[in-house]
């Protein structure tokens, strides 16, 4: 059964960082394209960032770009997400998804508030 796992949320300052994780198994992820999404109460899930599968090509949103950096890890089999520069309103659970699929971890939540 592939299965993800989020962790590394957590509440963080304005301007601080964190860096998220999403550990699979049952799979392998380098063969996958992985995406990061977030979601807020009563809104849509949003997309964040994706990283292909085989070259690596990244994707952000535009609200994260050049404050969040995804990649992977093939030897721990995990993708991550890193944050830096956090601002409130990237508050939400963030989840990962084998892209194109209904696999989702069961999320992370990332509070920014001083």
């Known amino acids: 059964e592939q299965q993800l796992v989020e962790s590394g949320g957590g509440l963080v300052q304005p301007g601080g960082s964190l860096r998220l994780s999403c550990a699979a198994s049952?799979?392998?992820?380098?063969?996958?394209?992985i995406g990061w999404f977030r979601q807020v109460p009563g809104k849509a899930r949003e997309e964040v960032s994706c990283i292909t599968s085989r070259i690596d090509k990244t994707f952000y949103a535009a609200s994260v770009k050049g404050r969040f950096t995804i990649s992977r890890d093939n030897d721990k089999n995990t993708v991550y997400l890193q944050m830096n520069s956090l601002k409130a309103e990237d508050t939400a659970v963030y989840y990962c998804?084998?892209?194109?699929?209904?696999?989702w971890g069961q999320g992370t939540l990332v509070t920014v508030s001083s």
């Open positions: 049952g799979f392998t992820l380098d063969g996958y394209a």
């Open positions: 998804n084998i892209w194109g699929t209904e696999v």
